[in-house]
């Protein structure tokens, strides 16, 4: 079933943010595994992450990937349950 | 054993066992729990001192004392210091005749006693086991599970000692997991505030289990008693970093650095 999707992140750029390059290819599509995976990928992309004491950019960047594809997946599992 | 004194003018009486600390009396039977135990250089447990070298002390000074009640009942019963038994707050001779502790004659009745080691060092004595699970995708440990055992020769106080025990395991796994005073190369702190120099509490690490054991008697004091608490804190950074390279073995993660933060667990977990 086609979805409208919001993904927001925070601690991916000075301030909370929207991915809305990440929402435009959700939007519209069935969310299978393919598309989970492209999405992830797009928003490590999309992001701009600050880096301090506690975690650097590329951790931040790696960090999106694998939080937009868990909560993707969560959604989508929650949509067809 | 009922107490009375005065505590901030009002005079007060309580029953408390008599291993209660004043601490402990102020804050659980008379509810004053702003008390708390302050922590001063010296004082502290640290290096195992408060307990080896303070009640050691005590101890010797309690036997020095206790020789002198008994030789004050003897001359009061008219009997040998021997044969004097103490129970109950009453010195007893062996006719069956006994004066209450209260009654003997005060003066005299002190004792001064001292105490120190020399180069009779006591250890902890203990071990740890832990299990983790480690998130590849984040980093994340989370501790599953942690038990400290240690022998800590004598047990004066079950309830300090459980809590000595479980706060230095947590002190230790802050500084496995959280503790990073970061300097800069002209040596600049920059971990400057508790918000970036990160330190655990009570609700960090739920999950752990000390047991405290009293096999082995230290023979280097007379109480045989032995570091305690020390126990909690030795093992933790090498044990925990020994369970993340078990978690991590597939991929052949040999951490070498504390602390284990997401950041550094992850690229443990992701080597580039």
Redesign the interface.
């Given at each position: 079933m086609p979805v409208i999707s919001h993904v927001g992140v925070i601690g991916a750029f000075s301030r909370p943010h929207r991915l809305e390059p990440v929402e435009a290819m959700l939007d519209g599509r069935n969310v299978d595994e393919q598309t989970i995976a492209a999405a992830a990928r797009a928003a490590a992309d999309a992001v701009d992450p600050p880096q301090d004491?506690?975690?650097?950019a590329e951790?931040r960047r790696?960090?999106v990937a694998?939080?937009v594809e868990?909560a993707l997946r969560a959604a989508a599992q929650r949509r067809s349950a | 054993m009922p107490v009375a004194f005065t505590i901030n003018g009002n005079p007060v009486e309580v029953t408390v066992e008599p291993r209660t600390s004043l601490a402990d009396c102020l804050r659980y039977a008379l509810r004053l729990t702003g008390t708390h135990i302050g922590c001063e250089h010296g004082v502290c447990p640290f290096h195992s001192r408060s307990t080896v070298l303070g009640g050691s002390a005590v101890f010797e000074g309690a036997g020095v004392l206790l020789d002198k009640i008994r030789a004050a009942a003897a001359a009061c019963l008219d009997c040998e210091s021997a044969e004097i038994e103490i129970t109950d707050g009453h010195a007893g001779a062996r006719d069956g005749r006994s004066v209450a502790l209260a009654e003997l004659p005060k003066d005299g009745l002190k004792a001064d006693a001292s105490f120190a080691n020399h180069h009779r060092h006591t250890y902890a004595y203990g071990t740890a086991a832990a299990h983790v699970t480690v998130d590849p995708?984040?980093?994340r440990v989370e501790l599953v599970d942690y038990l400290v055992v240690e022998d800590v020769g004598r047990i004066v106080n079950p309830l300090t000692l459980h809590g000595q025990v479980i706060g230095s395991t947590v002190q230790g796994l802050g500084g496995a997991f959280m503790e990073?005073l970061?300097y800069d190369a002209n040596g600049q702190l920059?971990?400057g505030t508790l918000a970036?120099y990160l330190i655990p509490t009570a609700t960090d690490f739920p999950r752990i289990r000390a047991i405290s054991l009293q096999h082995r008697p230290s023979p280097t004091n007379p109480l045989g008693v032995k570091g305690a608490g020390e126990g909690g804190i030795i093992p933790v950074g090498g044990l925990m970093a020994n369970a993340v390279a078990g978690a991590l073995s597939s991929l052949g993660a040999e951490p070498n650095e504390l602390p284990l933060?997401?950041?550094c667990v992850?690229?443990l977990a992701?080597p580039s």
């Open positions: 004491l506690h975690a650097d951790y790696a960090l694998t939080l868990r | 995708g984040t980093g990073n970061v920059f971990a970036d933060s997401p950041p992850w690229r992701n």
